[in-house]
């Protein structure tokens, strides 16, 4: 039934360029809600016909972005309920327009990634932690999304497709027009894919993880799947044949049980249920839930005292770092870089140095922060890890995208190699008899920094026009921080504004450090008399919400003062 209705178009051009105008469209992805009920808790299958001529007019603009036919394109998609729609129409349209299709149904973000090493692109469709009812697409090649520069092309041409006059004609074409057998041969061939996929990822996991030979664990490990593409990826079968021990709750996929963002409450679940197995069977310690295409994944552990323990976004990322770039250091690996996101923490910029590494900070977005690494290596940089610790999970290289198995691996690294940990220790000026995630995060410098997805870390504006909100938002900073904020954080003597966009950080106020669109990060840092950094408040609009996020990170742990920056923060951008 599902093939026939996606074929049926009963719309105009004017409502297809109205509804565009809901979408959001940024080097993350172009995302909407797709429902279509409208609703984004939604779960059902069915899209408008709005969105259908939109979605083959995506695949029209990424055809004419890479200048070629024929070319092997593998599409794949995340476990939401208007995948299979969005999957059909795109898969049409890709091969009416002359491209070479495979199709892999519902896989793992890092599966199809690692996967499209052996294809000249891939084509994902997924709204990673969004509610339900929303979908979108991202798109690549060699193991990675396209950059913010390739992104914003595909972007522009859509914008152009939308607007002609023939652009419903051009989707009832290229539906029309799509050979029934070669459509009906990427559906058969896909469990063939799939397994080859599989396969690949798997030997891609082990690599990035660089175990020792004798890598040997008694630690037990946890899932909370949610219902999510990682339910349908190889995590069950790899822990079994490296002899780790697994269980999971949630295992069907598309069978989604709480929201999909694997932050604070949603990790409920998967803590209790590493409590029941520790009670069963000590060895079960780590814990993890994915976001629905399955590259993320924050984690939940046991203490020493017994009980579950929700690790914040903030928190996973700084004991990666910690574990790869003191494994690096302990080799005698020198010229370390980690590239990071403008509001990741900048305990991770004290834990670097510890272990002589630098920090590089990049423009939030996944694309940005693999395209900086990319740089730094070009620049003689060893660079093993990166990510945007302000939204969790991390990227450990060859990889080019974040995956809960690559983290998993990390954390094992450290709890199965003592001279690792007792390194670690050292450096940092700590010691401990016990090899645990705890003893290394009491080890770690202390920040208070606002959790990715507290209410409080975005806020709903009424003007789009970032430059001048952040013009605005300048000039009260001038007006108003020595009278309301600098003398209640201590020792702070002056701060400095730090725009971010791309790949490039530039230290500045005003418009001549930013582009005319503003839609970069903007964070001010606060200085103490030594020239050194005590933290930070920081803004961006969010490229995938229409929201303008905001966080505050400030040295030690101080909840009365990370709270007065932060009401400050806000009364700024309210009173913009």
């Known amino acids: 039934m599902l093939h026939k209705s996606i074929s049926q178009i009963n719309t105009n051009c004017d409502l297809v360029k109205e509804r565009l105008n809901h979408y959001i469209l940024s080097a993350s992805g172009l995302r909407a809600v797709f429902a279509s009920s409208g609703n984004e808790e939604d779960p059902v299958r069915t899209i408008c016909d709005e969105d259908k001529v939109i979605v083959v007019t995506i695949a029209r603009a990424f055809d004419e972005f890479i200048k070629a036919k024929g070319k092997s394109v593998i599409v794949g998609q995340d476990a939401r309920p208007t995948g299979y729609a969005l999957s059909l129409l795109t898969i049409k349209a890709l091969i009416s327009l002359g491209q070479d299709v495979k199709y892999l149904y519902i896989s793992a973000a890092p599966e199809i990634m690692a996967q499209s090493h052996n294809y000249d692109y891939f084509y994902y469709i997924s709204a990673s932690h969004n509610p339900i009812g929303h979908n979108g697409f991202k798109f690549g090649y060699k193991g990675g999304v396209f950059s913010k520069p390739e992104a914003e092309e595909i972007i522009s041409i859509l914008r152009r497709m939308i607007s002609s006059p023939d652009v419903v004609e051009k989707a009832k074409e290229l539906i029309s027009s799509c050979p029934q057998e070669k459509r009906n041969e990427c559906l058969v061939n896909l469990e063939k894919e799939k397994y080859s996929a599989l396969e690949f990822y798997r030997s891609f996991v082990l690599k990035t993880a660089d175990l020792p030979s004798d890598f040997k664990t008694d630690v037990g490990i946890v899932a909370d799947f949610n219902g999510s593409a990682r339910a349908a990826s190889i995590d069950r079968t790899l822990f079994k044949e490296m002899g780790i021990k697994f269980s999971a709750i949630n295992d069907v996929v598309g069978d989604v049980k709480h929201a999909i963002v694997p932050e604070g409450e949603n990790l409920i679940p998967v803590m209790q249920y590493l409590e029941k197995m520790h009670s069963e069977d000590p060895s079960y310690t780590l814990g993890y839930t994915p976001d629905n295409d399955g590259d993320r994944g924050n984690f939940v552990y046991i203490t020493r005292e017994g009980k579950g323990r929700i690790l914040e976004a903030q928190e996973v ?146 003007s789009k026009d970032w430059a001048q909100i952040k013009l605005n938002y300048e000039k009260l900073l001038q007006d108003t921080f020595d009278k309301e904020m600098k003398g209640k954080i201590p020792a702070c003597s002056f701060y400095r504004v730090l725009q971010t966009e791309g790949t490039v950080e530039r230290e500045g106020i005003g418009p001549d450090y930013r582009s005319p669109l503003a839609k970069g990060g903007l964070k001010v840092q606060f200085v103490d008399f030594n020239g050194q950094s005590i933290g930070y408040m920081w803004m961006r609009p969010s490229g995938t919400e229409p929201v303008l996020r905001v966080l505050v990170d400030i040295k030690g742990k101080n909840e009365v003062l990370h709270d007065e920056i932060l009401k400050y923060q806000r009364s700024l951008i309210e009173r913009c």
């Open 317 to 462: 990322f700084a004991l990666v770092v910690t574990i790869e770039v003191a494994s690096l250091a302990k080799k005698g690996i020198t010229n370390i870089a980690v590239a990071v996101n403008g509001p990741t923490s900048e305990r991770i910029d004290k834990i670097a140095s510890t272990f002589g590494a630098k920090v590089f900070r990049a423009e939030v977005g996944e694309a940005n922060v693999v395209n900086l690494g990319q740089e730094l290596v070009d620049k003689g940089y060893t660079v093993k890890v990166l990510g945007e610790g302000s939204n969790g999970g991390n990227i450990t290289k060859p990889a080019s995208v974040r995956d809960p198995l690559n983290t998993a691996f990390t954390f094992l690294k450290l709890l199965s190699d003592k001279s690792l940990f007792d390194y670690i220790l050292e450096k940092l000026g700590k010691s401990s008899e016990e090899i645990s995630l705890d003893a290394l995060l009491d080890a770690l410098p202390q920040y208070t920094t606002t959790g990715a997805f507290s209410t409080l870390a975005k806020m709903q504006v009424k």
